[in-house]
């Protein structure tokens, strides 16, 4: 199990504009350290996961306490309206271009057209790493309990934020898939699955959801004095 006094959110939007504090680069750092081997121990020394979303979408990250905080699992979140500012597409828009079918691709396009035309906020939820020690830990009451903490994320997030949509992609090696579907998204069509290259062609498969399980509702309401200490 996890004891969550040991643990500290922490919650960067934007870090364009505040990377002049110290603290924010250190943390900042300290994630894509973790990306760095979590992404090299499970895809390949080739894998890195960063793009020009890393300077004005969101990071959420778990840390343990410290006389440094060290990060344990993270993932980025950038919405619709930030890659507009910032004129740079919703990275799933590129990477389903790129690796899935037309008919997933004409799908994501209606459905982004869809959710604009209504007014609704959308984002893309990806980079999601944890600290490579706990990926391939045999303690399975801790395991669970990271999973419900990272579910709980993502609804705190999306809740607080006023994030009305979530894509993400799932990869089946990771069994990410089956974690997207614990929280409440679903396959994006009957042909979401594709092979993602720039992870070395691991199978993914892309999913949306515009309202979360109750299982997920649940983790939420239980991580939620956590969240609300988040920091930055």
Not at 49 to 56: E, L, V
Not at 107 to 113: F, N, V
């Amino acid at each position: 199990m996890i004891n969550v006094d040991d643990l500290q959110v922490v919650v960067i939007n934007n870090i364009s504009k505040v990377w002049d504090d110290p603290d924010i680069r250190q943390i900042y750092g300290d994630i894509l350290s973790l990306k760095l081997r979590g992404y090299s121990k499970v895809y390949g020394e080739n894998v890195i996961s960063s793009d020009k979303a890393d300077m004005f979408g969101t990071h959420i990250c778990v840390a343990r306490k410290g006389l440094r905080l060290k990060p344990i699992l993270s993932y980025k979140s950038v919405t619709s309206s930030a890659c507009t500012k910032y004129m740079f597409d919703l990275p799933c828009l590129e990477l389903i271009k790129k690796d899935a079918s037309r008919e997933c691709y004409h799908q994501l396009e209606c459905l982004l057209d869809e959710i604009s035309s209504s007014g609704r906020e959308v984002s893309f939820d990806y980079s999601w790493a944890q600290d490579s020690s706990l990926i391939f830990t045999k303690d399975v009451g801790f395991k669970k309990s990271l999973q419900e903490l990272t579910i709980a994320l993502g609804v705190l997030h999306h809740q607080t934020y006023d994030i009305d949509d979530m894509i993400a992609c799932g990869v089946l090696k990771v069994k990410t898939d089956k974690f997207f579907e614990l929280m409440g998204l679903r396959e994006l069509t009957q042909n979401s699955t594709f092979q993602q290259k720039n992870i070395n062609f691991a199978e993914a498969k892309i999913f949306h959801c515009n309202k979360f399980s109750p299982h997920a509702l649940e983790c939420a309401n239980r991580f939620s004095k956590l969240w609300d200490e988040r920091i930055f």
